[in-house]
């Protein structure tokens, strides 16, 4: 049996009727067309289906739709402003930190939230909180620089 | 995955209600890190969750009083980065910090964790699982199947407290530092609140490795308290595993210590990565009682810790590693102060 469920999506009031089994990323990507977050393993390995909810990041694959009921939920496609990047989104972009681009949403959500509680983060505070986040194309040595400037950016704007 | 229902009660009382109308395969659900994920894998099959994560003011963790409460809804990532809980017990906040990753921590649950699964190769490779090469016999997942993993690949596989049955090992690293830390888990079921000692709450696997808590059907856990102690400063959660970032222990050691100077007067010691249950070191603490911590004493309490270890064909490797990471945890927690 669906049920419907109603909350708060990218800053704008959804409601949708989900089925049980149905997971966060089912949902997003099948309910609302949103492809940013994406499973991958569907085991809570590798970070690809990260979004926000209520300001956590949490893995998409592993949290089911109904969850959400009156929850505030973020994904990468609320980041930009229009034609304005997230200066999170530009830094990956400056250094280049993916090749096929198939983890980077997960890494932008996840490196958002880093600079959030670490505002200078050293290269131990970044690899231990981006350990759920797998890059294939192996882009670790640019998502480290692109983080400490994202972060640099950050911090000069606040 | 086999269709279910599910209910979404607002308090625990109305949860065990829940539960016991739904009947035989019903399940809570909490952060579903465990339970999801295997219900993916098509091991876990319920007909009926309970979701717990309505209820609201389960989540409290409390540090005033003589005991520590943390609530069964409470985040693994609340816990391990609440202030007091880091400054005056570093074994339980390193626990936390040190298992899954920063998703998963803030989705899952402390009193989750205490009932998740083994993450045993041959339990995981059912059916379901996608990537599954074949489907090989385990008794935890299909009682009375036969262990593959017994003369198998058994590199991951316990050394202490293994049956006939089974040796998968039991994964959580917060059970192993609430064990050292002597705490109690309450629970609320169908008759009534109780607290059970959290080492009465697990099995060993004997001939029925399909069993492995000991709670009755729909006893839902409610909160985790740890006794305050003076110990808890001097503590840590050492773990190994086959890379630095995140994975299950191979092998860990929670420790706690009380000393005089350089003499310890009360050690705690539980063991993970490398048992069927989370495991006290009891020879090894009563050897520690009234030592002087040195290097070689405290490689002797780690050898005493696995006195009783039995290897399978390829996890001889974790005596020794299992016996140094005590060691090694041992003087790291005799390093700080009180
Ligand atoms: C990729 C990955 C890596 C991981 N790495 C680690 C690691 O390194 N170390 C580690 O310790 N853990 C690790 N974990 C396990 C993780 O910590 C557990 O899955 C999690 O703590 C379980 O909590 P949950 O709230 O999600 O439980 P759920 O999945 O919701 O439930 C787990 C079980 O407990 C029952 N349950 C839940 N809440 C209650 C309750 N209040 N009362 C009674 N029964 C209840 C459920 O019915 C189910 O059987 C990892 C998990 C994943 C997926
Ligand atoms: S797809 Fe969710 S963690 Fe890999
Ligand atoms: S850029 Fe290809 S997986 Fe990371």
Redesign the pocket.
Known sequence: MPRKIRFKLNGRAVSTDVMPHETIVDMLTQHFDLTGARESCG???CGCCTVHVDEKPVSGC?SLAWFLDGANVRTIEGLADGDNLDPVQQAFIETGAFQCGFCTPGFIMMTKKLIEQHPKPTDDEIRHYLTGNLCRCSAYPEIIEAVKLAASRVGLRN | MKPFTYARPNSAAEAVKAFAAAGRDA???????????LMKLGIERPEHLID?TAIRGLDRIETGGDRLRFE?LAP?SAVAADPVVGRDYPVLAEALAK???QQ?RN???V???L??RTRCLYFRNGAGNPSSVGVYPCNKREPGAGCAAIGGLDRGQAVLGQSEACTAVS????PVALTAMDAAVEVLGPSGARAIPIAELYRLPGATPHLEFMLAPG???TAITVPKTPAGRRSTYHKIRDRES???ALASAAVALEMEGERVTRAHIALGGVATRPWRATEAEQMLAGQPLTAAVSLAAGRAAFAGARPGRHNGFKIELGARTVADALMIAARRSA
């Open positions: 085991q809570g390995l592993l | 399940r809570y659900i909490a952060g579903g890190t465990t339970l999801y994920d717990v069964a693994m298992a899954a990753s998963l989705m899952a649950t009193g989750g964790n009932l998740q994964p959580g690293d917060w006893e839902m856990i995140y994975a299950f």
